[in-house]
């Protein structure tokens, strides 16, 4: 059931309800017993309807908590170079055994970060049902990590400060991200450039599966 309709539906109910109500005050004039039997006709009518706005309204949210798990899983958890031949991971990029953990934790976050403004991207900036989503779905993943202090943040600009200069310059991102597992640059090899390629297409490729997501 699309949005449109239940939200016809929560109308009707509550239409329902109210004229319940009416009739038990108009039978408040023909005496007790009239009442008593609207009334509790009216009391029926009204927990029918929170029970069925409840179950619309929960069963909206369940849909796009369903979607955003789906969208982590395939974009996160495997991101979208997965697979591919040329892709770069911990191996190809190098990373010292003793570093793994660290590699890891920041490219989880990086894809993190980069699903929720791709998620932003592909709504037009838009504060939509899947953004919120995917906001409710971090916000308490970044501070178990200890990134924001508080689930109540607000979490655009902790992301945004994660994924700025992979959009307005793709290869300073790249370096920087990478400083941390080479001592010289020297050691980067073709990779400064290749995983700043990988990186920005996965975020694009990110923004066009939510734009299809917001179509449902």
Same mark, same amino acid.
């Given at each position: 059931m699309n949005f449109v309709l239940k939200v016809i539906v929560v109308l009707l109910a509550g239409v329902a309800t109210l004229g319940a109500f009416v009739l038990a005050y $108009?039978?408040?004039w023909d005496g007790l017993s009239k009442m008593a039997a609207a009334a509790a006709l009216a009391l029926v009518t009204l927990y029918c309807a929170l029970k069925l706005t409840t179950f619309l309204l929960k069963s909206h949210e369940n849909k796009y908590s369903k979607? /955003?798990?789906?969208?982590y899983r395939i974009l996160v958890e495997e991101p979208p170079s997965t697979g591919e031949a040329a892709a770069l991971g911990a191996k190809e990029l190098a @990373?010292?055994?003793n570093e793994l953990s660290v590699y890891f934790r920041k490219r989880t976050i990086t894809l993190e970060a980069m699903l929720y403004i791709a998620a932003t991207t592909a709504s037009g900036s838009n504060t939509t049902h899947l953004v919120i989503? @995917?906001?409710n779905l971090l916000q308490p993943k970044w501070v178990a990590k200890g990134l924001i202090s508080d689930a109540s943040i607000e979490i655009y600009d902790h992301c945004w400060s994660e /994924? $700025?200069?992979l959009l307005e310059n793709r290869v300073a991102w790249s370096k920087v991200w990478l400083d941390e597992f080479y001592a010289e640059p020297s050691d980067y090899g073709p990779?400064?450039?290749q995983w700043s390629i990988q990186c920005r297409q996965e975020f694009e490729t990110m923004v066009s599966v @939510?734009?299809?997501c917001e179509k449902i």
């Open positions: $108009e039978a408040y979607i /955003v798990t789906d969208l @990373i010292s055994p989503a @995917i906001e /994924v $700025e200069q990779c400064l450039y @939510i734009k299809n």
